[in-house]
């Protein structure tokens, strides 16, 4: 596609519900990141894809939180037993350089709003 | 950890008006600096991308500017337009191989009226 895909755009779940979150990213895009937003900040960094590798979870808040790329294209973005403060936007960036040093541009997709009640 | 803070918050200006958004870093050892945009509701646009090694890369009205030694870097806007409202985000990417996440400011709210 011309750009990162995300989906869906918003979901809404109960405190302790599963949810899973989707990224497309632009196809030939070897890196693939996963952001947290929180209202009024800025991105946080969550986890880092090269190709199906996971290359870094550094910034995964907790052992709830479980991502995937199996074949090295689309990523899911896990979040198990959901807790109000998981309430965030989540971002998918991708990039198309995958060797670690890079001065390839992060292309963002609009995000999935996450609400938890 | 890299702390990046954007200042100000907040910034209303008229248009035509020139104007400088600012982003400072708490640790010079940076890979690369990235200046991006942000529309209500919408993910990030990437505007600009300067290498550490470089001073400044400039696309249409936007200028960025890097002094990697005093940890700042600035976007200057010139002839705003309303089009231009939107949040800006600076982020550094840490070097060393596997550094590959960004460090983000909390960004600078920019509306320009009309």
């Known amino acids: 596609g011309a750009g990162v895909s995300q989906s869906p755009r918003y979901k809404v779940a109960k405190r302790g519900q599963d949810v899973a979150l989707r990224c497309d990213p632009i196809s030939g895009h070897v890196s693939l990141f996963w952001y947290q937003q929180a209202l009024g900040q800025g991105p946080e960094f969550l986890t880092y894809?090269?190709?199906?590798?996971?290359?870094?979870k550094s910034g995964l808040p907790s052992d709830r939180f479980f991502a995937e790329r199996p074949e090295g294209s689309v990523s899911t973005l896990k979040i198990q037993r959901t807790q109000q403060e998981d309430s965030a936007v989540y971002l998918c960036?991708?990039?198309?350089?995958?060797?670690?040093?890079?001065?390839?541009?992060?292309?963002f997709g609009d995000g999935t709003r996450l609400s938890i009640l | 950890k890299q702390e990046v803070t954007q200042i100000p918050a907040a910034l209303s200006v008229p248009e035509g008006e020139n104007l400088v958004l600012n982003c400072s870093f708490t640790d010079s050892a940076i890979y690369n600096l990235q200046w991006f945009r942000q529309d209500p509701g919408k993910g990030l646009t990437s505007l600009l991308l300067i290498q550490s090694s470089q001073r400044e890369q400039t696309s249409g009205r936007l200028n960025a500017s890097l002094d990697k030694s005093s940890g700042r870097s600035t976007l200057y806007i010139a002839a705003s337009q309303p089009g231009d409202s939107a949040t800006y985000l600076c982020a550094v990417r840490p070097p060393g191989r596997g550094a590959n996440n960004l460090f983000f400011g909390t960004g600078t709210r920019l509306t320009v009226i009309p």
């Open positions: 894809f090269q190709n199906e590798a996971q290359l870094d």
């Open positions: 960036a991708s990039s198309l350089d995958g060797r670690g040093y890079s001065n390839q541009p992060q292309h």
